[in-house]
Each structure stands twice: as structure tokens, then as C-alpha cells.
Nanobody, 111 residues
Framework: EVQLVESGGGLVQPGGPLRLSCAASGFTVSDSYMRWLRQAPGKGLEWLSGILRDGSTQYADSVKGRFTISRDNAKNTVYLQLNSLKTDDTAMYYC?????RGQGTQVTVSS
């Protein structure tokens, strides 16, 4: 059974960093295309970043240069490092494999 469990969200001041984690089970992240998505209040789901099986990475223009996706194959975990956070980054963040995603972790950027 595929399971994705996100963690690491919280309240952070503008300009601050956070690191989100996505612990996977039931499959191997290094054999999969993994994505990070987010959904802000009242808005649709937004794709942020992806990491391919060969380790290459992709980013939406809205987060390029501020967010970094990575994975730890030994821990079967995918990460999203969020830097230079803005209030507009406030959202529920999800990791996803195909059509499946976890329960999400809330990121709130506020002073």
C-alpha cells in the first residue's frame, strides 16, 4: 500500500526557511517521479516541484531559486527546502506520487 506522510510545516516569519519531509512507504521513491504541490486557501492545487528517477529536478517559476527538492534514498524520503518564504507561500503542502498524495502539512508565513 502506497503511503505518503508529510511533516515539517509550521508558522514562520517572512524571509524564513522551512524544510518539509515526505516519508514514503509501499514503494521506492528513487524509482518514482515525486512531486510537491500546494493549495492555498480558496485556490486550486498548484504544482511546485518534481524530482525524476534520475535525480533531475523541476520547479515552477513561482518557486524557482527559493525552493529545493531532494530525496534520501536510504530513508525513502523526499524533501522540499523552502527559503525566502513570502506570505503568499501560505498553503497546505502535499507530496504526491501519481494521483496519490499525503494528508499534507500546513505552512503559514506571517509576521
Amino acid at each position: 500500500e502506497v503511503q505518503l506522510v508529510e511533516s515539517g510545516g509550521g508558522l514562520v516569519q517572512p524571509g524564513g526557511p522551512l524544510r518539509l519531509s515526505c516519508a514514503a512507504s509501499g514503494f521506492t521513491v528513487s524509482d518514482s517521479y515525486m512531486r510537491w504541490l500546494r493549495q492555498a486557501p480558496g485556490k486550486g492545487l498548484e504544482w511546485l516541484s518534481g524530482i525524476l528517477r534520475d535525480g533531475s529536478t523541476q520547479y515552477a517559476d513561482s518557486v524557482k531559486g527559493r525552493f529545493t527538492i531532494s530525496r534520501d534514498n536510504a530513508k525513502n524520503t523526499v524533501y522540499l527546502q523552502l527559503n525566502s518564504l513570502k506570505t503568499d507561500d501560505t498553503a497546505m503542502y502535499y507530496c504526491a506520487k501519481g494521483s496519490q498524495r499525503g494528508q499534507g502539512t500546513q505552512v503559514t508565513v506571517s509576521s
